[in-house]
């Protein structure tokens, strides 16, 4: 098993470059939430405050051809692969233009063909949808890709977790298996949630190896992640991969982590991902306070103007709408560019 300890920082572009992407994703994230409470959206928004270093080293780490089956809090690593504000926007907002056409939840969008799949859940079930579709890619002849999903540490305590790793650990498949521990499942603390010391320990029991990173600093899970892709796609099997964090937010905007226990705030996983990235980029002597606030008056300038955009689009409408399953031929892919 691997640890952070001892690593070398990511080299100064591809730091920058993810950091340019979690400051986009916080940005974007702060815009649903406001748009959420003036009552623009409908169903739940999830917000991945304090995840986004782990978050996005995932996404950034991928490369075209390979699979990215992202959960509610991967905005982040969602941008690094590819997503946009423009869509993400159209799907929370229920746009007919979006990749879903507004006719499912906010959180469910992908574009399968391009290996971005849409979440079925979070409780573990796109483990073995990516394990399936692994092995589906070996059936064909294909080599080099590698798949990778993310899950909280309560979902490690589902079937579909046990199954789908399992399943991957046999048949040796490239699976990127991602655990974002933010010490909490829902409101129910890691104590009551599992027995064992440490996530990391379930890799030896799957036979798989285990990587365990610092989430709240980016240069580190850059390195571990870059380590573990390369070698799932040398072929190095299943890698488990445990991050420790906080998730800085309530389960969801209608939650306000009231249970969360101030003394974990605190602590070294309490860091903001963000702020600790930005401050080692002044540190570096990689940018200044002034040049970064300008990054987000940026990124801010193009979430507003974009989410002002889809709010004049229209939305499906029912009694003119043929509601069909988007996996009719006619359907598949169709969506505003």
């Known amino acids: 098993m691997s640890s952070d300890r001892g690593r070398e920082t990511a080299p100064r572009t591809e730091y920058l470059k993810a950091y340019r992407v979690m400051l986009m994703a916080r940005v974007l994230e702060e815009k649903l939430s406001s748009l959420y409470r003036a009552g623009h959206i409908k169903g739940g ?33 969602r ?51 990516v394990t399936g579709a692994l092995l589906a890619r070996r059936f064909r002849g294909e080599t080099g890709v590698v798949g990778a999903t993310c899950i909280g540490d309560g979902g490690t305590s589902t079937g579909a ?8 650990a046999v048949e040796k498949l490239p699976l990127i298996m991602v655990v974002a521990n933010n010490q909490y499942a829902y409101s129910t603390p890691n104590d009551r949630q599992y027995a064992c010391a440490d996530l990391l320990d379930k890799a030896a029991g799957y036979g798989v190896a285990g990587h365990d990173v610092d989430g709240t600093d980016l240069g580190a899970c850059l390195e571990v992640l870059g380590k573990a892709v390369a070698a799932a796609r040398a072929g190095g099997g299943p890698q488990l991969i445990v991050g420790r964090l906080l998730r800085l937010v309530g389960h969801g905007e209608h939650d306000d982590a009231s249970y969360v226990d101030p003394a974990l705030k605190a602590s070294h996983v309490g860091r903001d991902c963000l702020k600790v990235a930005e401050d080692y980029i002044v540190e570096n002597g990689w940018a200044t306070p002034e040049e970064i606030a300008s990054w987000r008056v940026e990124a801010k300038s193009e979430v507003d103007v974009t989410a002002a955009k889809v709010l004049r689009e229209p939305a499906p409408d029912p009694n ?16 505003a560019a």
């Open 79 to 129: 941008m690094a692969f590819g997503d946009t504000a423009l869509d993400t926007l159209r799907t929370y907002l229920g746009s007919q233009l979006g990749s879903m056409r507004g006719r499912d939840g906010n959180i469910h969008r992908g574009r399968p063909r391009e290996g971005y799949y849409a979440m079925i859940s979070h409780l573990g079930a796109m483990i073995p949808t």
């Open 320 to 335: 003119e709408e043929e509601w069909m399953a988007i996996s009719e031929t006619r359907l598949q892919d169709n969506f």
């Open 45 to 77: 928004v999830f917000l991945g405050r304090g995840q986004e270093a782990l978050s996005v080293s995932v996404g950034i780490n991928l490369r075209k051809g390979d699979i990215y089956a992202p959960l509610i809090r991967d905005q982040a690593g």
């Open 161 to 168: 977790f046990h199954e789908g790793l399992n399943a991957a």
